[in-house]
């Protein structure tokens, strides 16, 4: 393998690894959720404080979606699975 195609296999290495890192934990508007059940399980699933949640819930109602946690892939599934049992529309991107 040449100098060259080392050096490319690990910048792609380096994106690869870059994008596992970068993943967003998006939450998702519905019409159907007050703003205090949003709040409440933000605070209890992502560990967010009152106000990081009250300000994500009204990102959330006012754009129809906001990134609520960034992180690894592996860190955001758990969230985004207790976020769906409680009857939250959420995603990873």
């Not at 380096?14 to 998006?26: H, Q």
């Not at 985004?80 to 990873?92: E, G, N, V």
Request: aromatic share 8%.
């Amino acid at each position: 393998m040449s100098n060259q195609e080392k050096t490319h296999k690990q910048e792609k290495e380096i994106v690869l690894t870059e994008k596992s890192l970068n993943k967003f934990l998006v939450l998702h508007n519905d019409d159907y959720h007050s703003f205090d059940y949003v709040i409440d399980a933000l605070i209890d699933v992502c560990k967010h404080d009152t106000e990081q949640a009250v300000q994500c819930t009204y990102l959330v109602h006012y754009k129809g979606k906001a990134d609520v946690k960034k992180g690894k892939y592996t860190t955001l599934k758990p969230m985004m699975q207790q976020l769906r049992k409680k009857d939250l529309k959420a995603t990873i991107e």
